[in-house]
């Protein structure tokens, strides 16, 4: 009869914290099985996996860094594309591209002076770089919350007495947030914010293992597990794309994904996202 392991035990096996665990599990990455509603893990599926998961990156793979998109991800993986991804946020993401460390990053900054999105961060970080920005998604974002708080939260000025749920310095969710927090007149020292989290999932996830009460996260996370949801405001969603890499191979296959019935399929499935604009050219330095 197989072993199985627990959600904690493979966390711990793995080094890691539950709730990566759970984001596994979302994105159907690891081996499990769901029994009477528990998780379990084959012991010996799981084992298999890490070993096959920890080989290195070959040589000159490309690699796109930048914020966390759930539908990206997703199509990275239905479209087989062979190509790296490192999230860890907007400004960091954008950062790899101009210093060559990376092929593209995603990004969604907010620039306050005129309302716009990614042009100002990306003509003052790569003016001296060939890249190009293209569009890939509008996404709607607010308030994800617990149903506990969202019983008494109406608007962004009511989240002071909860936990919330806080983004890595630079990421473009919580340079978004900081500026709407202005706005609403709101100091960062009247939150009760958590740890940093480095995706939008373990933002989310964060409420479902009681560490947060509420997120600044999108629409489509809200709604895949249940939560309640504010909407607040609309963002675009940009990959800026070193021009060499536009030509590869990897990223043509994932463009050509993009064209495909599967895709409008998938994409479908992700509410709060507006795909209609994908692939325009919104800035060509």
Not at 131 to 149: E, Y
Not at 220 to 247: G, Q
Request: hydrophobic share 45%; charged share 20%.
């Amino acid at each position: 009869m197989s072993e199985y392991l627990t959600t904690k035990e493979v966390a711990e096996l793995m080094r890691v914290k539950q709730r990566k665990i759970y984001d596994l599990v979302a994105r159907a990455d690891i081996p499990f099985t769901k029994t009477t509603g528990k998780l379990l893990f084959p012991k010996d599926a799981v084992l298999a996996w890490i070993n096959k998961d920890s080989a290195s990156v070959k040589s000159g793979q490309l690699t796109i860094s930048g914020s966390h998109d759930p539908l990206l991800e997703a199509v990275l993986r239905h479209s087989q594309a062979e190509i790296a991804t490192i999230w860890n946020g907007s400004s960091a993401g954008l950062e790899l591209v101009s210093s060559g460390r990376a092929s593209a990053a995603v990004l969604h900054i907010f620039s306050p002076d005129d309302h716009s999105w990614n042009l100002r961060a990306v003509e003052t970080t790569c003016s001296e770089q060939d890249v190009v920005l293209l569009h890939w998604a509008k996404r709607t974002r607010g308030l994800v919350m617990t149903k506990a708080s969202a019983d008494k939260v109406t608007s962004l000025a009511d989240i002071q007495p909860f936990r919330v749920s806080r983004r890595q310095p630079g990421a473009g969710a919580q340079i978004l947030f900081d500026c709407l927090l202005e706005e609403a007149g709101l100091a960062h020292t009247s939150l009760h914010q958590t740890e940093a989290f480095h995706t939008e999932l373990e933002a989310v996830l964060a409420l479902l293992e009681g560490q947060a009460d509420i997120a600044f996260g999108l629409q489509h996370l809200a709604s895949r597990y249940n939560l309640a949801f504010l909407p607040l405001i609309t963002e675009s969603v940009d990959i800026v794309v070193d021009r060499r890499m536009v030509f590869e191979p990897a990223f043509q296959a994932l463009l050509a994904f993009c064209r495909t019935a599967e895709f409008s399929e998938l994409a479908a499935r992700f509410g709060g996202y507006d795909i209609s604009q994908l692939g325009t050219v919104r800035l060509n330095i």
